[in-house]
Structure formats: structure tokens, C-alpha cells
């Protein structure tokens, strides 16, 4: 369910035009490139991050893998649901319900504790093959895939400054609502260990 949500999420941002999240903006930039849909680089895109994660010696969970393919599809489903909007009144809103929505998916995928996204995995991997903090490894990732989208085509402007400032505190918010308590034996062999609280996107 979250990782659905996380994808109708996103095709919210996308259908309000007014900045996506970091890695929409990558994604919708390769989309204009290669006349794919949003939907589908999502889905390649996420598959290569996953390709990074075997020299860093990363392991996936289940919610890895299905991440990968889960968002992608949500989104195109949902983007084929919503019709196009042009007036203000309307995307404002569309902006502000996808924000709100992305921070309650990340709340629900990350709770469930099976494994973090691919480019969450990405961030957490980096920090401990160099030993630089999260925060920085992040920030050098974000940074680096909205200049590529935005130079490909990418929506960036005020929907990108307000996911940035509001994803953070409603991820935490919504993980603390859908925590669910740790199990008592060993854990799956499909969840992946860690600590998601530090795994929280964005995207």
C-alpha cells in the first residue's frame, strides 16, 4: 500500500506542474528525452540504482524489489486516472495532496520494514563505503539528479523547495503512526536490517 501511494503520490506532483520531488524531476527529464513514460524510467531507473547496490554489498529486501517496480506502475496508472488540469486553483491543491500523500506512503513502506527503496539503499551505501554522513551523502545525490533532470526537461520550482522543506517532518510524523511493533524472533530473511528511520526520502 505505501509503495503505491508513493507512486500516486508523485503522479500528483506531476499532473499539479509546479516541481517534483528530486528524483521526479530526473525521471520526468529522461522521460522527454526518451518519449517513455514517467512511469516506466521510474522502473528502469530504479533497477540500475539496484545494480549499484552489489559492489557496495548492499542487500535488498523484499520492499526493495518491489519498490522498484510497485511505484513505477502507480504512477502511470494514476497519471492515466487524473485528467490534465491547467488552472491554478486546481494545482495548487494537486501539489499540496501529493506532498501530504508522499509523506504518509514513506511512513507506511518504511514502516513495514522490508528493506529501504533502491536510491535509499543508494545513500545509506555510499555513507558506509566513504564514512561521510547521510546528510551529506543525500544532499550530493539530490543535488546531482535534479541538476541532471532539470538540464534533460525536468519540472523544477515550488513544489521541489516544499517537498524538500516538508518531506522530512511528515515522513517522521507518518512513521511514528504506522510503527508497528519489532517482532520477537529472528526477523524474514526478505527484510533487510538497518535502521529505516535513517533511510526516509524522498525518493
Known amino acids: 500500500m505505501g509503495l503505491a501511494l508513493y507512486g500516486a503520490s508523485s503522479a500528483l506532483l506531476v499532473e499539479a506542474g509546479l516541481g517534483l520531488e528530486p528524483w521526479g524531476v530526473l525521471h520526468q527529464g529522461l522521460a522527454e528525452l526518451t518519449g517513455l513514460t514517467i512511469g516506466v524510467v521510474s522502473i528502469i531507473v530504479g533497477a540500475v540504482v539496484l545494480l549499484l547496490w552489489i559492489p557496495m554489498r548492499q ?14 506502475v502507480a504512477m502511470d496508472g494514476t ?49 558506509q563505503r566513504t564514512g561521510r554522513s547521510i546528510r551529506l551523502m543525500r544532499t550530493a545525490i539530490e543535488v546531482a539528479v ?4 532539470f538540464v534533460l526537461g525536468g ?8 517537498y524538500a522543506l516538508a518531506i522530512g517532518p511528515l515522513a517522521q510524523l507518518f512513521l511514528r503512526v504506522f510503527a508497528v511493533p519489532s517482532a520477537s524472533s529472528g526477523g524474514s530473511t526478505v527484510v533487510a536490517a538497518g535502521q529505516p528511520e535513517q533511510a526516509i526520502l524522498r525518493g
Not at 155 to 162: I, K, P, S
Open 59 to 72: 542487500r535488498p529486501g523484499l520492499g526493495t524489489v518491489s519498490n522498484v517496480f510497485v511505484v513505477g
Open 79 to 127: 497519471l492515466a486516472l487524473v485528467p490534465d488540469t491547467h488552472a491554478l486553483g486546481i494545482r495548487i491543491p494537486l501539489l499540496v495532496a501529493g506532498i501530504l500523500l508522499n509523506g504518509v506512503a514513506t511512513g507506511l513502506y518504511i514502516a513495514a520494514r522490508f528493506g529501504p527503496g533502491p536510491r535509499d539503499g543508494l545513500m545509506t551505501g555510499l555513507h
Open 146 to 149: 535534479v541538476a541532471t533532470g
Open 155 to 162: 519540472t523544477v520550482g515550488l513544489g521541489t523547495v516544499l
